[in-house]
């Protein structure tokens, strides 16, 4: 299920580009140095490729192009987000890259904004809340609406 408005509770912190975003920790199955990315043929361009994650087919998808961005380059600064996911009903689990990590941090319900009116921009519908945390916005990203289509490929490996 999508979530409708971020909610307070601890988020993990990491940068993509020039901005911070956050995931729920509860999502986060584990922080990867960067691994061997297999590219698939014919995968869309933010499907970076596939990492085998104990034992597991894993899509890596690359947020900054999802977002109409520049690619992360995948040297040694980089990282992948392991997060669990619901996809058609069940958990799936999907690599996110990420230009560095920060911490975890724990948001409170009165430093949530709720998403931004984006008008017809794509990443909108990606954007659960954003955080007032210190000087800075917090960009709160809803994994399951910005990354869904990157089971199908969780789900394909296992047929």
Same mark, same amino acid.
């Given at each position: 299920?999508a979530?409708?408005?971020?909610?307070?509770?601890?988020?993990?912190?990491?940068?993509?580009?020039?901005?911070?975003y956050?995931?729920?920790?509860?999502?986060?199955?584990?922080?990867?140095?960067?691994?061997?990315?297999?590219?698939?043929?014919n995968?869309e361009?933010?499907?970076?490729?596939?990492?085998?994650?104990?034992?597991?087919?894993?899509?890596?998808?690359?947020?900054?192009?999802?977002?109409?961005?520049?690619?992360?380059?995948?040297?040694?600064t980089?990282?992948?987000?392991?997060?669990?996911?619901?996809?058609?009903?069940?958990?799936?689990?999907v690599?996110?890259?990420?230009?560095?990590?920060?911490?975890?941090? &724990? +948001?409170? @319900?009165?430093?949530?904004?709720? /998403?931004?009116?984006?008008g $017809?921009?794509? !990443?909108?519908?990606?954007v659960?809340g954003?955080?007032?945390l210190?000087?800075?916005?917090?960009?709160?990203? &809803? +994994?399951e @609406?910005?990354?869904?289509?990157? /089971?199908?490929?969780?789900? $394909?490996?296992? !047929?």
């Amino acid at each position: 299920m999508a979530i409708l408005h971020a909610e307070a509770g601890r988020y993990l912190s990491f940068i993509l580009g020039s901005e911070v975003y956050a995931v729920p920790v509860g999502k986060v199955e584990v922080v990867l140095e960067t691994p061997l990315v297999t590219r698939v043929p014919n995968a869309e361009p933010h499907l970076r490729g596939v990492i085998n994650y104990r034992g597991s087919v894993v899509p890596v998808i690359d947020p900054r192009l999802r977002f109409g961005g520049t690619p992360i380059p995948l040297d040694d600064t980089t990282s992948v987000i392991v997060l669990q996911m619901r996809y058609e009903g069940e958990e799936v689990v999907v690599g996110m890259l990420a230009d560095s990590v920060r911490e975890v941090v &724990d +948001v409170a @319900a009165s430093d949530i904004e709720p /998403a931004p009116k984006m008008g $017809s921009l794509s !990443a909108g519908k990606f954007v659960a809340g954003v955080a007032k945390l210190g000087g800075e916005f917090v960009v709160i990203l &809803d +994994v399951e @609406a910005a990354f869904s289509q990157a /089971a199908t490929v969780t789900e $394909s490996a296992r !047929a």
